[in-house]
């Protein structure tokens, strides 16, 4: 049971445009988004959250917007450069103590120069 | 200085043996973790150590051991090695529970 899915496996984008990755959960109880950016032969190195309390947080290029009655959250990077090329995790967990977060399958994401 | 480093990055081995993955981390952290992606890429966790306290374990076979000496080092010891036990398996670490995960930079084990 996939908890948190990303049904995009890759996405290209022209360099300068703007680019949307998806992600979805089904449980109602996660609390807490995250994204993660991963390049090949590296670990996953955070990149934006967002609680529950909000519905957008922005850094910079990047802004995660979170729709909780979709049970929906997106990455918008803008513009997108050549060096975002990489696979984009998202992962969802509840503030509960436990210390468990659950990840997506990852979307690969390239940008065109 | 890396924050967070595992050792072998790449473990050949045959079936049946038995291996060890260490990881450390300096930041300081109370929390540290074991993931394991699979050939399909799941990101799943395996087990949370809180302070060299076990406080997750996810019907992981008992074949595979974490041990935490303290609270900067979570090994991770797999008896008799199984072809499905190949993998990228990542170490991270956390202060807390809503903070984000520091990973380490993985560690591909291939059993032939």
């Known amino acids: 049971d996939q908890q948190v899915k990303q049904n995009s496996p890759s996405l290209s984008v022209q360099e300068g445009r703007i680019s949307i990755l998806n992600c979805d959960y089904t449980?109602?109880?996660?609390?807490?988004f995250l994204w993660y950016k991963k390049y090949p032969a590296e670990g996953p190195t955070f990149l934006i959250s967002?609680?529950?309390?909000?519905d957008k947080n922005e850094d910079g290029r990047f802004t995660v917007f979170l729709n909780k009655s979709a049970k929906h959250l997106s990455l918008h990077i803008v513009p997108s450069q050549p060096g975002d090329s990489a696979v984009y995790f998202c992962?969802?967990?509840?503030?509960?103590?436990?210390?468990?977060?659950?990840f997506g399958t990852g979307t690969r994401l390239k940008v065109l120069a | 200085d890396t924050a967070v480093s595992q050792t072998p990055k790449y473990l050949v081995t045959q079936m049946g043996n038995d291996k060890s993955i260490k990881c450390e981390q300096n930041?300081?952290?109370?929390?540290m973790y074991w993931y394991k992606q699979d050939s399909k890429k799941f990101l799943k966790i395996m087990f949370s150590?809180?302070?060299?306290?076990?406080?997750i374990n996810e019907t992981v076979p008992n074949r595979f051991s974490p041990k935490s000496p303290d609270k900067a080092h979570l090994n991770l010891h797999i008896n008799s090695l199984e072809l499905g036990d190949s993998a990228v398996y990542f170490c991270?670490?956390?202060?807390?529970?809503?903070?984000?995960?520091?990973f380490g930079n993985g560690t591909r084990l291939t059993v032939t």
């Open positions: 991270a670490s956390s202060p807390h529970s809503d903070s984000p995960l520091h």
């Open positions: 449980n109602s109880m996660f609390d807490y």
């Open positions: 967002i609680s529950s309390i909000k």
């Open positions: 992962a969802a967990s509840h503030r509960s103590g436990t210390y468990k977060y659950i």
């Open positions: 930041l300081g952290h109370d929390t």
């Open positions: 150590y809180n302070n060299k306290e076990l406080i």
